[in-house]
């Protein structure tokens, strides 16, 4: 039980399930003293199946759209039901110690934003009377709840001998060249296809912006590594990174000035247009 007495919307939820949704923002702008950056944007995560470049990719895939801000008491909710499978109202409020009517009022604030929803129990037989609804967690909540991936990455990584895992890494880094060349061919300027360069990034989870510094220099950040876990295992995870940033931008000299690896905040590149000599 969370809470000694009985609460009417406050459980206590553990530290571990306090971590927030993950959110892409797109922060376009200039740089210091250029005015106020233009254009600010949030967009779905895109899952396996679809493809950085023109249209959706051939095959079965999915988008998963990152799932709205919970407080902690839903949270605790969420997990309550999760760990049950499917739950009355009246055996989540005895598990985490709320009155039926707080209980209540966290399921229908769920229900509207598409993380729980319920369903009739099987009625036992000779009851009569309205069915008692049971209520489950939906799809949509899933990224709410821990993921070990980063892990489960690394030790499959493991399994391979180390020229197959340069090759791995190799063999992504040229897929993603082919698919950023595709759509950043459609910028003339060298300042569009740093633009789009960022998007890019932004939509593979970085969280990136980009910055103007001077007309021919730019600074484009990763506030988010979105393969840290392997990258803090496997040094062929940054190098394809760097890599990659600098054969989508063949006519730029590109510099990593701080790495998440090495302790920084952030990934970021300045990226100067290289003249002709």
Do not use: W
């Amino acid at each position: 039980m969370v809470a000694a007495s009985k609460s009417h919307g406050t459980p206590a939820a553990p530290a571990s399930l306090l971590s927030t949704p993950r959110e892409v923002p797109v922060t376009v702008g200039k740089g210091p003293g250029k005015g106020p950056a233009k254009g600010r944007a949030k967009r779905p995560v895109k899952g396996p199946g679809k493809s950085p470049g023109k249209g959706p990719a051939k095959g079965p895939g999915i988008v998963v759209a990152s799932p709205p801000a919970v407080t902690e008491a839903q949270r605790a909710v969420l997990y309550a039901i999760r760990r049950r499978g499917e739950i009355t109202v009246e055996q989540l409020a005895e598990s985490l110690g709320m009155t039926v009517s707080g209980v209540r009022q966290h399921l229908a604030t769920l229900t509207d934003a598409g993380l729980v929803a319920s369903a009739d129990a099987p009625r036992p037989a000779g009851r009569k009377g309205r069915p008692e609804k049971t209520h489950h967690v939906t799809a949509a909540a899933d990224p709410l709840f821990p993921k070990a991936y980063g892990e489960l990455t690394n030790q499959l990584l493991g399994y391979l001998p180390d020229d197959a895992l340069a090759s791995v890494f190799a063999h992504r880094r040229d897929d993603r060249i082919a698919a950023a060349r595709t759509r950043m061919e459609r910028h003339r300027g060298f300042a569009g296809r740093v633009r789009e360069l960022a998007t890019i990034l932004d939509e593979d989870g970085y969280l990136a912006s980009f910055e103007q510094v001077t007309r021919d220099t730019f600074l484009v950040t990763e506030h988010n590594c979105a393969i840290l876990t392997v990258a803090s295992e496997h040094p062929h995870a940054c190098a394809s990174e760097i890599e990659f940033i600098r054969a989508a931008l063949p006519d730029a000299d590109v510099e990593r000035l701080t790495h998440m690896v090495s302790g920084g905040h952030s990934c970021s590149y300045e990226i100067r247009r290289r003249t002709a000599r």
